[in-house]
C-alpha cells in the first residue's frame, strides 16, 4: 500500500510557473513508475506526464511537452512536477500517480494502483 500526497498547488498568474510536490509513504517510491495526472473543471481526468523507476525515462501529454518537466528523488521518496509557462487552460485538480507498471504503460493505458488527493493549480488569464 502506497499513501500519496501533493503539496504546492495554488494560484499563478498565465506565465507564470509552480513546482508541486508528491511525498509517498508506506512502500519505497522507487518500486513504481509515478505520473501525474490532472482534472479540470467539467472534464475527464487526463494523463499529463510520467517517469519511470529509475528517472531515466518520461512521457508527457502533448499538452505540455516542453512546459512542464517531472522528475523522482527516490532518496527522499518524492516525485516533482515543475509547470512552466502555465496557461489558463492548465487550470485543474492535479493528481499524484504511482503504478507497479510501467511509465509508459501509465501514459498509453492510464494504469494507476495508487492515487492522491490532489492539489488545486489555478492559472488566471
Known amino acids: 500500500q502506497v499513501q500519496l500526497v501533493e503539496s504546492g498547488g495554488g494560484l499563478v498568474q498565465a506565465g507564470g510557473s509552480l513546482k508541486l510536490s508528491c511525498a509517498a509513504s508506506?512502500?519505497?517510491?522507487?518500486?513504481?513508475?509515478m505520473g501525474w495526472f490532472r482534472q479540470a473543471p467539467g472534464k475527464e481526468r487526463e494523463f499529463v506526464t510520467a517517469?519511470?523507476?529509475?528517472?531515466?525515462?518520461?512521457y508527457y501529454a502533448d499538452s505540455v511537452k516542453g512546459r512542464f518537466t517531472i522528475s523522482r528523488d527516490n532518496a527522499k521518496n518524492t516525485v516533482y512536477l515543475q509547470m512552466n509557462s502555465l496557461k489558463y487552460e492548465d487550470t485543474a485538480i492535479y493528481y499524484c500517480a504511482a503504478d507497479s507498471g510501467t511509465a509508459q504503460a501509465m501514459g498509453a493505458l492510464g494504469r494507476v494502483d495508487y492515487w492522491g488527493k490532489g492539489t488545486l493549480v489555478t492559472v488566471s488569464s
Open positions: 517517469i519511470n523507476r529509475s528517472g531515466g525515462s518520461t
Open positions: 508506506g512502500r519505497t517510491l522507487s518500486s513504481y513508475a
